[in-house]
Structures are given as C-alpha cells and as structure tokens.
DNA sequence: TACAAACTGTAAGAATCGTTTCAATGCCTG
DNA sequence: CAGGCATTGAAACGATTCTTACAGTTTGTA
C-alpha cells in the first residue's frame, strides 16, 4: 500500500501524460477522490475516455491496477478524514458568515484556488504556443453564458496579434465562419454549463475540419471535450447562486493573454502602441 | 438519488436491526463513510459477518442495493468536500511560482482579496435594492475593455428580472438609448482605464436626465465618477501584464446578481425557469 | 508524402462482485 | 421440551467490473 498521496502523484505524472489521460487527471482532481471511487467505467465515461485508458492511466502513475488505486484513495480518505482539523471541518455546518459581498468575494477566492489544479500546465502552456503562433488564425466562441468570455479573449487577443475573429451567435451564423477553417486555425470554444447544442457542434466542425480545438470549460466537461484537442478545466464554485461563477475561467482567460503577450514580445507592444494611437480615447489618471 | 444523509439514516434505523447488523452500522460509523465505499465483501469481513448479511442490512434501510448505496455515500462526500474551507484544507498544495499560469493566479488572488476592501459595502447594498427593484429599469453599459463586463451583467440580470438592456456602442448609437432614460431608471456603467469619452458622455447625459448613475471602475476612478451616484471599486492589480485584471470585476458583478437574487427570491427563480423552458438547451452531466 | 511511433477505442475474456436461495442454528413461546 | 420464527452463513448464480489484445487513427518526422 503506497505511503504517498495518490493527488501529489497525478500533478507530478502530468507532464508524463498522453491527452486524454491528462483529462482524466483533471476530472479525477476536479472532484477528488470521488470521482476515483467510482468504478472505473463511470471514471472513464465523466472524462469522456475509454475504460482501457483508465487503466493505462492508472498503470502511468506505477499503481498494480484499479483496484489498488482505489485502495489507495481510500486509505487516503480515511487518514485526512481522522484527523481532528478536518474532522471539524466535515462537521461543521454551512457558515452563512454575513453579507452577500463577504462571501461572495470568499467564494470566489477559493474557486480560483481549486481551479490552479484543474487547470493542467501542459495544456495551457501548449495553448499559449498555439495562441501565440502569428501564422494560425483564432476563432473564438462561446455559449449563452460564456459569450462574454469569448468576447474577451478575442477583444484583448486582438490588441496583441492580428488574425483573431470573434464568432457571435447573436450577430451571424457561426457557420460562417467555421465553412473556411483550416488545419492550421485554433477555435477557443468556451462552454459552461447549461451546455449548448450549437457550441458543441460548432467544435465538432472544426475539429472535423482539422482546425485545433481549445476548450475552456467546468469540471463536468462540455461534450465539445470530444472535438477538443486541449482541454482547460476551471472551478465554478458557488455557494449562494445557482448560477455558477466564471471568476476562475476569467482568470484562466487573462493567464492566456499574459502568456500570449509574454511570447509575442517587442512585436505585440509595437501593436498595441498602433492600436492605442488609432483608437485615441481619453486617458485621465496616472496608474503606476 | 436519496436527500437524506446515510450516516443519520443508519441511527434512525438502528433500533430496528438485528445483532449482526448493528456490527455493520457500527463499523460503518466508526470509519465513515469510508468503510461502506469499499466492495460488499471487505464491509463485511471488517464486521466479521457474511455478505448475505450485507445485503440485508442495505435494503433495510431503504436502499435498493449494494451500488445505490455506494452511490449515496459517495456523492454525500463529494457535497462535504466541496464546501469552500474543506476544499481550502484539501488542495493547498507547495505553491512553487515560475509558471506564467500559477503567477497569474496568484496575482488574482491578491487582486480579489484587496477588491473587497475597496468595495463599500454600503454602496454596494444600496445598488443591490436599486437593481433588485422590479419598477426601474436598467441599462447596462461598458467601455472598450469592460464592455464585456456591461454583457455579463445584463445577460444574467436578464435572467431574474426583467426591464434590462445592454447598451452595445457597437451595435447602436448609445444615444438611442439615453433619449428617453427617465427618473425610475438605472444605468449601471462599467470603466476602466483607458477611460473612454463616449462612456463617460453617457454616463452625463443619464445623470441629467434624472437616472441613477451606478459606476463600477477601477482605483483611479473613471471621470464618469462625477455623474455617478454609486461608485463600486475593484483592484486590477497585475504584475506581468500591461493589461489590468478585470477578476474582481467579475467577482463584484457576481456578487451584484447573487444579491440580487437573494432580495428577489421566489419571483426570480420562476423566471429562471420559464426561461429555461423557452430556451431548452443540452444538458449533460449532474453537477452537485 | 510516406513511414514509424504513439495513442486510443473496441471487444472479448478473466476476474471480481453482489444477490439470492437454502439449510443450519439459535431463540423465544406455548 | 417441542414447535415456530427470526437470524445467519455457505454456496451458486448472474451481473458487473477490470484487464488485455488488437486494430484503427493520429501525430510527428524524414
């Protein structure tokens, strides 16, 4: 029985790991150990992989097989679960502290502390790469709910290199503009819970179509995960709203343009410096 | 799917067990849940009874099988763990910086943590009434960088209530709107640096025509600050960006709509669900 | 473009797991 | 003490779960 924990284990492997057991990294730490505890076919199917890449999974990390994985969560469990500390936190009831404002900003403190692990490093910086190839076009799309995101993405990303399109739903048919996408085009597709038909498809599209698909989505992971050549995952821990929260996936969208950015170098700054002097707003205060 | 926490259900019932069963629910107590998320087999050696036993034990308390109640406990822990100071406990891992990614985040985290101070919460409850009240109508407007920010906040604010419009200076002439903004409305105006002059005319033109001007900006404060009645600020705090973080922005805007919500109550939830029902998209996955 | 290597899913088989049946045992009651 | 009822475990069956072998696909490279 393995002294280490099985969740430091996995972050250490990621970089060792093929795609699709990437996904089941970040679906086995989005809900961990749960989602480990599961029998290995429901664990395949909340990834969106095959029961035999589940074991090949498993086997990567140097476990005998999935029945000494799940040992090991277990055991896992059990020590963390004695322990006085969290043994008080299990107990203890929902803390409805005091104002709306206090929790909500405490809320959103811990879903981008959770999502740093969700999100996998190899990815992102894989999509910082393809982001930041001048040669490839970028697409962005969103769902009814992340439509703002991929607004962002594409109105920052735009500042710092050419080439980018924002697909609106609301203005044109996506279809448009996925009829002429190409190998070497990159389509960020954001897709958040309520999942939607229309994003979903368009991804297949364009994945049908040998264009590289980016997929920046929750923990449940969009269907477009299958379209999807990377897959970033974000936390969308609320405890007071139905609604989820995109503080995590705005995070994630800005880390990528910093990324970006970083990569671009001298080239994006003459840029920018050019689109500042076009556009000519007005520019009160004097930040640092 | 049961409601009800297994653990309480085993000490309702526990009177009504018999010898052998009374070792299963004991045990299953003394290491729970974690005793019942191993295989029937093990349960049952752990209590030193047979698996028949098991079995009989498990349909007593309600349950239709050896898998429903796995099941139960499992998404019991997941419910436990999610909860923001458990997950807190659970992830914090060895933060080694250097990444452009975990950077990134960190610098989130510390732009969130500051936001809350600088956010008047008295203001932001009285902005909350304002928009929580059914009679006013809203708009909602943004400038080059934060207009994404003026659609996330009408596209959810539309969900629970209705009389909301986006301004899109992309779309249309904001003209058009302000023409006829009368007393009762509320024009919610997002700006951050580098301020824009057709924002900040806008956000004039509503203060004179009688509106409540609700600003939300950045430290150094937009000029449209001077026609506003409310002015909500957030952090923008970054390090490797030129670009300033709209983070907290999102988490503020958020937490507006979750205040909301909460003031609107039964009312907003009923037209959530009519919208969801006009809408009807995909939906996959359970999430918690 | 063609080839090799790596990756992934399908499907079949092997192993394990959960349930049920039935007989044995213990316990209470008449 | 006998009969009946509740309780229990052994064992066999059927269902599920995990593993493995193989073939198709993709990816990177010469």
Redesign the interface.
């Known amino acids: 029985m393995p002294e280490f924990l099985v969740g430091?284990l996995v972050?250490q492997r990621m970089g060792a790991l093929s795609a699709s057991e990437r996904r089941l990294a970040q679906v086995l730490l989005a809900?961990?150990p749960?989602a480990g505890?599961?029998n290995l076919t429901r664990f395949a199917e909340r990834a969106g992989v095959s029961p035999a890449t589940v074991t090949r999974f498993i086997t990567k990390l140097g476990l005998r097989g999935y029945p000494e994985f799940q040992d090991s969560l277990?055991q896992e469990?059990?020590e963390?679960?004695s322990s006085p500390?969290?043994r008080y936190?299990?107990t203890?009831t929902?803390?409805s502290s005091g104002?709306?404002?206090?929790d909500?900003?405490?809320?959103?403190?811990?879903?981008?502390?959770?999502?740093?692990?969700m999100?996998s490093?190899h990815d992102?910086?894989a999509v910082?790469d393809l982001l930041a190839d001048p040669r490839r076009r970028v697409l962005s799309l969103g769902?009814?709910?992340s439509?703002?995101?991929a607004?962002?993405l594409a109105?920052?990303l735009h500042l710092i290199r050419p080439g980018v399109e924002l697909i609106d739903p609301e203005?044109s048919n996506p279809a448009d503009h996925l009829v002429d996408l190409g190998r070497r085009d990159i389509l960020v597709v954001f897709d958040y819970?309520?999942?939607?038909?229309d994003t979903?498809n368009s991804a297949k599209v364009a994945a049908g179509r040998g264009s590289t698909v980016v997929l920046v989505t929750d923990p449940?992971?969009?269907?477009a995960a299958a379209s999807a050549r990377f897959v970033l995952v974000t936390g969308v821990?609320?405890?007071?709203?139905?609604?989820d929260?995109?503080?995590s996936a705005?995070?994630l969208t800005?880390?990528l343009?910093?990324?970006v950015?970083?990569r671009l170098g001298e080239t994006a700054h003459a840029r920018?410096r050019r689109m500042d002097e076009l556009?000519g707003?007005?520019?009160?205060?004097?930040?640092p």
């Open positions: 430091e972050r809900f961990y749960v505890l599961e277990r469990l059990q963390r679960l500390l969290t936190e299990l203890a929902a803390d104002s709306t404002l206090h909500a900003f405490a809320t959103h403190e811990h879903s981008l502390r959770a999502s740093v692990d999100v490093e992102f910086d910082v769902g009814r709910v439509a703002f995101l607004r962002y109105s920052q203005r819970r309520r999942y939607q038909s979903i449940w992971l969009s269907p821990q609320t405890t007071v709203t139905p609604f929260s995109m503080v705005v995070a800005e880390a343009i910093a990324g950015l970083a920018m556009r707003g007005v520019v009160y205060g004097d930040g």
